[in-house]
């Protein structure tokens, strides 16, 4: 019994690490649970040790998706081993963020229910953002539609 347990508890381990299927954005706080600032261990430990890794990125950019080789997900910038910036990839279903606002919306929506945004425009899309002392958050708008959601350090590019 005792190793059939033992059993159970590791095969749930690698289940409880990986990118949320439903994730949360808490503006300037964290995006699908992962911080600014946190160590690359401490990701590994959340989303699991599955990622892909960009090759062409200026900086080490970890991609947290739902199957290998699919769009869907979390990516994660690290700078020194610390994330810099952690944002949605492509057009995860089932993530929000407070008021009700989900990936979806319209930029109506968006604007009103996240405050006073400033707009950035990007290449083919637009980001809309807020920032406090030390978080940029983002949401990205492709045809008048939240396409996803940001966390990057305050004052920075949010185009990616």
């Known amino acids: 019994m005792l190793l059939l347990a033992a059993v159970l508890l590791c095969a749930a381990a690698p289940a409880a690490a990986a990118p949320p299927t439903a994730g949360t954005l808490v503006p300037g706080r ?12 401490e990701v590994r430990a959340a989303l699991g040790k599955r990622y892909g890794v960009c090759r062409g990125c200026r900086t080490t950019t970890w ?8 769009r869907e997900g979390l990516g994660v910038e690290l700078t020194r081993n ?3 910036a952690v ?3 492509w057009q995860p279903a089932g993530w929000s963020a407070p008021k009700g606002l989900t990936i979806g919306a319209v930029e109506a929506q968006v604007t009103t229910l996240a405050g006073p945004l400033v707009v950035l425009t990007c290449s083919g ?5 807020k920032d406090t002392a030390a978080v940029q958050t983002a949401y990205y708008i492709v045809d008048g539609k ?15």
Request: overall charge positive; aromatic content about 18%.
């Open 125 to 129: 899309y637009e980001a809309l953002t």
């Open 63 to 70: 991609y947290f998706t739902y199957r290998p080789f699919t």
């Open 146 to 160: 939240l396409w996803g959601f940001g966390l990057l350090r305050a004052h920075t590019n949010p185009c990616r």
């Open 30 to 41: 964290s995006l699908g649970g992962i911080r600014l600032g946190e160590s690359a261990a």
């Open 82 to 84: 610390r994330v810099s």
């Open 87 to 89: 944002y949605t990839v």
